[in-house]
């Protein structure tokens, strides 16, 4: 059974930093290129952001709100993705959620919730 | 950035009845699009792949259809537990980008 569960959200001020972890079982983690979505409060779905697999080159793409600030990472030992975020934004407050796939994102986890507040 | 535009934005429905949401894209996306169905307080689901391609284990009511630039989601009779948002999503440029989403409510 496919597994994703993401962990790290929580309060932070603006301008701070927060890295959220995402750890994945029941497929081939090293083969999969991970995505992060975010979700903000009432709102609908935002890409954030992916990694391809090693094998696929292992590199990133991100959305423009997000480029320069957030970076995405992977451990394929511990079959884990990273979001790192710095310079946080009010406008970052989402929940946030990994999801498998390069084109089509198949499985999700059940989300992490950011706030970003003074 | 290509952007999606769904329509209708909500829509009150009747268990039974036949539901067609649409997804128009910004410019042509081939088959590129996807959609995903979300319930309350969990995450979004995959329905349909490329357009027309069922999920594995998605109930057989929910079928999809387009190519270019409209595209369509149908739910043949409708049952209670669809009451969900639904998203349309293209991959066929970056930045991946998604409908505004479909809100459908039961009556």
């Known amino acids: 059974e496919v597994q994703m569960v993401e962990s790290g959200g929580g309060l932070v001020k603006p301008g701070g930093s927060l890295r959220l972890s995402c750890a994945a079982s029941g497929f081939t983690f090293s083969n999969a290129w991970m995505n992060w979505v975010r979700q903000a409060p009432g709102k609908g779905l935002e890409w954030v952001g992916r990694?391809?697999?090693?094998?696929?080159?292992?590199?990133?793409d991100y959305a423009a709100p997000v480029k320069g600030r957030f970076t995405v990472s992977r451990d394929d030992s511990i079959n884990t993705v990273y979001l790192q975020m710095n310079s946080l934004k009010t406008e970052d407050t989402a929940v946030y959620y990994c999801?498998?796939?390069?084109?089509?994102?198949?499985?999700w986890g059940q989300g992490t919730l950011v706030t970003v507040s003074s | 950035e290509i952007v999606l535009t769904q329509s209708p934005d909500f829509q009150s429905v009747t268990p039974k009845e036949k539901v067609t949401i649409t997804c128009r894209a910004s410019?042509?996306?081939?088959?590129?699009l996807h959609w995903y169905q979300q319930k309350p307080d969990q995450s979004p689901k995959l329905l349909i792949k490329y357009a027309s391609q069922s999920f594995s284990g998605v109930p057989s009511r929910f079928s999809g259809s387009g190519s270019g630039t409209d595209f369509t989601l149908i739910i043949n009779s409708l049952e209670a537990e669809d009451a969900a948002t639904y998203y349309c999503?293209?991959?066929?440029?970056?930045?991946?980008?998604f409908g505004q989403g479909t809100k459908l409510e039961i009556k």
């Open positions: 410019q042509s996306i081939g088959s590129d």
């Open positions: 990694i391809k697999s090693k094998p696929s080159g292992g590199t990133t």
């Open positions: 999503h293209q991959s066929s440029s970056l930045p991946h980008t």
């Open positions: 999801s498998t796939g390069g084109y089509f994102f198949d499985f």
